[in-house]
């Protein structure tokens, strides 16, 4: 059962050259980037082909050997990593990174799963069409992984999250067959939706080799503002005033505290504050339009006009360039790297109902302070959808391992709160291996065992990604 | 065995009146409105709360007992009509009609699955919000049973189908159980989402008892056009051309041939053809925009400007009131009731990628009239969806009944050719019992194993709509 005494069978599919068992070779493979998770593996696999993964998985079925996909390695869950047991044989799709055919009339594009979202993107613009998914880490993140994490990012307001830009998939199953869901219809009633188990199924149920995608029409005119509010109430009647005069055309909803204001401004090079006096909140809108005859200025105004009018809005300015439209993201985008500048920090990736995230805000808010006080809540993120990332920074000056050692009971208070709001503990980062036992204390019995069922029909041998996702049954 | 020995147990779950037994009172529900399928069952039952239903469920489990979900009775492929053997029995959610909870900010509703989608609109109106979802039965179509089919409709091209405007249901399963997955948020990554298998899985997997749903800002403007043209080829070029110039705001592009005009102007009442000169093709858009902002009239001048002079557009008229946009939506909704008067008619419900809609149609009308001599092909829809109504209506003054008897040949012929062009041959109407025999052979093994395993999984008794979509193992 030592996936190492397999390395020749691999070797036999794939080329010896692409059986990695040097450990400066996997090391890569095996680290996640912000050495959260260190995995082990006595093999990384890095098949070039969907015949050959589909090769490599009915070698693994017939020897029962694990096998953990992964892409680009940038989840954030770990659920790309394999556990410490050495049972796990990573598979990577790195090698398989092709355009496979582009549509621009049918407004669709088919890629193999291993190709770099940036890539992919910028296959898009070439054909004057957009791909709307937008990531922080798209340089690097390939499309297969984020179709595994049903990833979400910064355009989901106007174009929704990776699962609503898969058309159809290619995926191999456990046993080695080839599903063959590549289509590029926008209707197909013809069945169960199975793409929709292996979209967000974080590698449990399948291996994703190819996916069909929506494009869309590249945006051709853009506006920016950034407007001072007193708490995230208004920032919600602002988001709802925006959403009814704009609609598809708001595709940008992000809200911020003051006190990520101030780490920007005091930690990331160059940042200033869009406003000339302090609020309470910030909020970044975005209007965008693939029509050059929409006047996305004008609309930008009025709904700020309103939002003046009705008092929700204290201050607000809109971009006069493009370079400012980049310095409003970047304060947004900084969130994350100015936290780190402060001392530990405990973070939440939750979402509740758009319509209830004020409350939310209050009541979390008040508790952690009430927990550790002295601790600085920093939530900030996609109003538009719900999703806040709830994290929170020490207190000055305070012992950074003491505050850090409170992170299981500060999550248990934060979730706790997110549950009774009819919330979710993972918006966007998946379950992977960071939050698997949580999973079965906010699931229903209902729920984790129609889980199980599916797992064990697709894959009854459980190989494919084991530590991810479901504990094994007890 | 007999359902109806069973009559008193469920009377004793949800009342005597609502267990229907006399043939009266079960007819409504089990004869199909086109009386294409007659169904038998000794028994309909109507229960009013999700614990009715469960308490129901849990009963047939465990006396083997097999259920036929139904909503409105207005689906086009059987699924919701009992075979002719009187094992199953029909469970009707028509009592259970309300709206549980509505949040114009958070643009989301949660309805029991039993409520018209036409009623569900007009809640949605009342908060000043849009629920777009829009069918020719929507007087009597349940959301359960849209939900359970897929719907798709006139709006799909700005707002997807059924699918994409679920964010919850609450599901009560095989055995009983009742899986609450009514939530409303827009981004939640915690496991796999069942929720995806119920939609589109025609009553086979478990009873959608009721859903959370995506609203949307009311469309504030509306410009509607009818275009003629010499051939698809031109219609996808202008379909192209306005979804590049108007992105989200195209919100309808449908598209019908000359002799489906001279069919209206002849049997339906006060219809005229909006265009002085006969032209091959029409294609009728329609843009709407929520925002009073939007210069949406300037938008459709430009697109058929655009569309004049790039030579792809013969003629058009913009609506000039909203009686004419009714109108023109008249011509469009009266397709199928105009066939009716030129005698039989042999129907398709296609979709092909968008973008080979010309090909394929090119490719299938000769085909059908190589076949029948003499047949006339009236091809109509959502070209904008890739979906194609491929109707034929009987050679003039030919037998009625010759031309029917070859049903079976022309949808091999016609199916055939749409999987050549990686199409579907059931867009948006699904499986249901018309179309399981035809499943088998259009889907991989691999596909059917896969679609027969779930089915196992989560109905291993086989209790759930057994006449709908899959076939039983051999």
Redesign the interface.
């Known amino acids: 059962m030592e996936p190492l005494n397999h390395a020749a069978g691999f070797a036999a599919i794939i080329g010896e050259a692409h059986v990695l068992t040097r450990d400066d070779d996997k090391a890569p493979y095996l680290r996640e980037w912000r050495d959260k998770y260190q995995g082990k593996s006595q093999i990384v696999l890095r098949p070039a082909s969907t015949a050959e993964v589909s090769a490599v998985m009915k070698y693994a079925y017939a020897h029962h050997l694990k096998i953990v996909p992964q892409g680009g390695n940038t989840g954030l869950v770990g659920a790309q990593i394999p556990l410490e047991t050495e049972e796990e044989i990573v598979l990577s799709l790195s090698r398989m990174n092709s355009v496979r055919a582009i549509?621009?009339?049918?407004?669709?594009i088919t890629v193999d799963s291993g190709i770099v979202l940036e890539t992919l993107q910028q296959e898009a613009e070439k054909a004057?069409r957009l791909f709307p998914l937008s990531l922080g880490s798209q340089g690097s993140c390939q499309i297969g992984g984020n179709i595994s994490?049903?990833a979400?990012g910064t355009a989901?307001l106007?174009y929704?999250?990776t699962?609503?830009l898969v058309l159809g998939l290619e995926v191999v199953?456990p046993n080695g067959?080839?599903?063959?869901?590549l289509?590029?219809?926008?209707?197909?009633?013809?069945?169960?939706?199975?793409k929709?188990?292996f979209?967000?199924?974080e590698g449990t149920?399948g291996v994703i080799t190819a996916a069909s995608l929506k494009l869309?029409?590249r945006p051709k005119k853009l506006e920016a503002a950034f407007a001072g509010m007193r708490d995230p109430h208004a920032a919600?009647?602002l988001?709802?005033l925006a959403?009814?005069?704009?609609?598809?055309?708001l595709t940008g909803f992000e809200i911020m505290p003051r006190i990520g204001m101030e780490f920007c401004t005091a930690h990331l090079s160059g940042a200033r504050d869009p406003l000339t006096a302090p609020h309470q909140w910030y909020a970044l809108l975005e209007l965008s339009?693939?029509?050059?005859?929409?006047?996305v200025k004008?609309?930008m105004e009025?709904i700020l006009a309103e939002a003046f009018e009705a008092g929700e809005v204290e201050d607000a300015t809109i971009a006069q360039s493009v370079g400012q439209v980049t310095e409003f993201w970047r304060l947004r985008h900084g969130m994350s790297e100015v936290q780190k500048k402060e001392g530990g920090s405990i973070k939440h990736d939750v979402?509740?109902?758009?319509?209830?995230i004020p409350d939310f805000l209050d009541q979390a808010i008040a508790a952690v302070i009430g927990f550790i006080p002295g601790c600085r809540p920093v939530p900030f993120g996609?109003l538009?959808?719900?999703?806040i990332h709830f994290n929170i920074s020490q207190p000055v000056d305070g012992d950074r391992e003491a505050f850090l050692s409170k992170w299981d009971e500060m999550n248990a208070l934060v979730h706790g709160i997110v549950m009774e709001f009819?919330?979710?503990?993972?918006?966007?980062?998946?379950?992977g291996r960071m939050?698997r036992e949580l999973?079965a204390e906010?699931?229903?019995d209902?729920?984790l065992e129609?889980?199980r069922?599916?797992k064990?029909?697709?894959d009854p041998k459980g190989l494919l990604n084991p530590g991810a996702?479901?504990q094994a049954q007890s």
Chains 1, 2 share one sequence.
């Open positions: 549509d621009p009339d049918g407004y669709t004057d994490s049903n979400g989901v106007a929704g999250n699962r609503d199953l067959d080839v599903w063959d869901g289509r590029t219809l926008r209707k197909d009633n013809t069945g169960y939706d199975l929709q188990l979209i967000g199924g149920l869309f029409p919600l009647k988001f709802s959403k009814a005069q704009a609609g598809p055309v339009s693939g029509s050059e005859a929409f006047p004008d609309l009025s979402s509740v109902p758009v319509g209830r996609h538009g959808d719900g999703n009819g919330g979710s503990i993972s918006a966007e980062h998946g379950i939050k999973l906010v699931k229903s209902v729920e129609m889980m069922k599916i064990a029909a697709l996702m479901l």
